[in-house]
């Protein structure tokens, strides 16, 4: 079974400053989708940015990108200028054939 | 347009009651999966439908909880004989055939007193 590791439980960062956020995976299958969700207090997931696995660029979405490393099975997510309006849990989530495996979550605050 | 909606928002049920949440997918998508969510934790999956059918319902922690998805579109999550570990955030997600990714509804936050 697939399993996603965040070991980041919280996380902060000063407004406009740069925050990474780690996330591990373990599968076996060579061909799935990766992705990062927000969740604010409003409980509505967001989709942050996706990666597929076959691809070797690195996604990226404006503010957002992700560094993708496919034979460490690792997928952090990097913010840069960070703003409050970012403020949330970040939950990586793995897909293989159709549903998501989602890790623990970091719970990021921004600082003003 | 629409997204995902699901009703209702906050649900309170005493111990022993039967509950029903619902989930209203974007409209045209195939794929409409539920998700249980307990406080402090990521969302964990627990069932799969792709049009009517029930294509996977690996994750329903026991036999109280029943999904349904009868024409398609709308989908109900049951829960019966609720006991107090069932009290969690329910979400519902929807996506396109083939799809990439999987769209959110605000979910139901479901107490069992």
């Known amino acids: 079974a697939q399993t996603v590791t965040q070991s980041q439980p919280e996380m902060s960062v000063q407004e406009a400053e740069t925050v990474t956020l780690s996330c591990t995976y373990d599968?076996?299958?060579?061909?799935?989708?990766l992705f990062w969700y927000k969740q604010p207090p409003s409980r509505q997931m967001i989709l942050v940015i996706r990666q597929e696995a076959y691809k070797q660029q690195n996604a990226t979405e404006n503010r957002f990108s992700v560094n993708f490393q496919k034979a460490a099975k690792s997928f952090s997510l990097k913010i840069s200028d960070s703003q409050l309006g970012d403020a949330a849990m970040y939950f990586c989530?793995?897909?293989?054939?159709?549903?998501?495996?989602f890790g623990q979550g970091t719970r990021l605050t921004i600082n003003p | 347009g629409a997204g995902v909606s699901q009703s209702p928002r906050y649900k309170v049920a005493k111990r022993g009651q039967d509950v029903a949440l619902r989930c209203d997918p974007i409209?045209?998508?195939?794929?409409l999966f539920w998700y249980q969510q307990a406080l402090g934790q990521g969302p964990e999956f627990l069932t799969y439908f792709q049009n009517e059918a029930q294509l996977d319902k690996s994750g329903l922690p026991s036999d109280r909880f029943f999904a349904e998805r009868p024409e398609g579109s709308v989908s109900t999550l049951k829960i019966q004989r609720t006991q107090q570990e069932d009290s969690a955030v329910y979400l519902c997600?929807?996506?396109?055939?083939?799809?990439?990714?999987?769209?959110f509804g605000p979910g139901t936050r479901l107490t069992v007193t």
């Open positions: 409209s045209g998508h195939v794929s």
């Open positions: 997600a929807s996506a396109t055939e083939g799809f990439y990714e999987q769209y």
């Open positions: 989530a793995y897909q293989g054939a159709q549903k998501l495996v």
């Open positions: 599968t076996s299958e060579s061909d799935y989708y």
